[in-house]
């Protein structure tokens, strides 16, 4: 009955994701170093499935480039430099600029209010600190910016480059302050939106994912010291 369970689990595809994002966030955070060997059967233990899943989230980690793996040989962590975690977040810094500037200019007015009252709303979360709960928050704030662009090739472009980025920028919220100032700087790209103010819209976006890059890779760094 166990098995039984287990396999449908790994059919929704929830348990996969939860691996990927947990794995990741060890490989982010320091739990895993760059080298290290994954062992399937230890992970298989680890989270309680088989070792399909395992090999599963394996080659997401892969296509994400936090997991190195050649053929017949054990998957390793990768070394994600420094230079090329840069070079990821500016081209976001573009692509999120791009977005938010075609936003303030073909969003609908539902698109708007929904965007501005959704932000309103993570202000609880904030004062709550609930890490877990404004990191759910701020991938959805981001896909709504991304939406409402109304460009699928943009949008193709941008959730890849964030799929790549995402266990980092969960990372920033780990420090001191970072949820209270994230709020704010979705503050100013909502108000340019609402406003129709598709430059500030753009100013706004590209300073607050340079402002996500220096803190994921503050912790990244610090915590892989």
Same mark, same amino acid.
């Given at each position: ?6 396999? $449908? ?8 994701? $939860? ?42 980690? +892969? ?11 054990s ?5 994600? *430099?420094?230079a ?10 573009e ?33 709550? +600190? ?18 409402g ?10 959730? $890849? *480059?964030?799929?790549?980025?995402a266990?980092?920028?969960?990372? $920033? ?12 700087e ?9 406003? +129709? ?29």
């Open positions: 009955m166990t098995e039984i369970k287990r396999r $449908q689990v790994i059919r929704a595809g929830t348990t996969v994701e $939860q691996m990927v994002r947990a794995i990741a966030d060890m490989i982010v955070t320091g739990t895993f170093v760059p080298g290290e060997r994954m062992d399937e059967i230890s992970l298989a233990a680890r989270f309680d499935v088989s070792r399909t899943p395992v090999r599963e989230a394996l080659r997401e980690l +892969g296509a994400m480039g936090l997991v190195d793996r050649e053929p017949n040989r998957a390793v962590v990768a070394n994600v *430099t420094e090329y975690l840069h070079s990821m977040f500016e081209a976001m810094s692509l999120e600029a791009i977005c938010a500037r075609l936003s303030a200019e073909r969003m609908t007015v539902d698109e708007r209010r929904s965007l501005e009252l959704e932000h309103r709303a993570s202000a609880r979360l904030v004062h709550a +600190g609930a890490e877990e709960a404004y990191a759910a928050h701020n991938t959805e704030f981001h896909t709504r910016l991304y939406r662009a109304h460009n699928e090739h943009i949008f193709e472009l941008v959730t $890849q *480059t964030r799929a790549r980025l266990p980092f920028r969960r990372a $920033q919220f780990r420090l001191p302050g970072r949820l209270a100032k994230s709020y704010d979705h503050d100013v790209i909502v108000t340019a939106i609402m406003r +129709g103010d598709s430059a500030a819209a753009g100013r706004a976006a590209y300073s607050h994912v340079a402002i996500v890059s220096d803190a994921s890779i503050t912790f990244a760094t610090v915590k892989n010291a």
